[in-house]
């Protein structure tokens, strides 16, 4: 996706995962961590970083130094609406 951006922000423990089409776009924004749909993910995030090479790679710091990592393909419906 020419000219697309990721992002991620924890808030309140949740790690929120974000794709916007252009660089001035709105932001849509995406929680993984939905306990009940998808247990094992982090629930106390208080860092995450996102690498974009030919995958979405994100990687979760929790407060008690555990890290996650996990990655998916290009694109809005990839991040957004898996």
């Given at each position: 996706?020419?000219?697309?951006?990721?992002?991620?922000?924890?808030?309140?423990?949740?790690?929120?995962?974000?794709?916007?089409?252009?660089?001035?776009g709105?932001?849509?924004?995406?929680?993984?961590t939905n306990?009940?749909?998808?247990?094992?993910?982090p629930?106390?995030?208080?860092?995450?970083?996102?690498?974009?090479?030919?995958?979405?790679?994100?990687?979760?710091?929790?407060?008690?130094?555990?890290?996650?990592?996990?990655?998916?393909?290009?694109?809005?419906?990839?991040?957004?609406?898996?």
């Amino acid at each position: 996706m020419p000219g697309a951006e990721y992002g991620a922000a924890p808030s309140r423990g949740r790690t929120y995962i974000g794709y916007r089409s252009g660089p001035t776009g709105a932001y849509a924004w995406k929680d993984p961590t939905n306990h009940r749909q998808k247990p094992g993910r982090p629930r106390n995030a208080c860092g995450v970083a996102v690498k974009v090479a030919d995958r979405v790679h994100v990687k979760v710091l929790t407060t008690v130094g555990a890290v996650f990592e996990t990655s998916c393909t290009l694109g809005r419906v990839a991040v957004i609406d898996p």
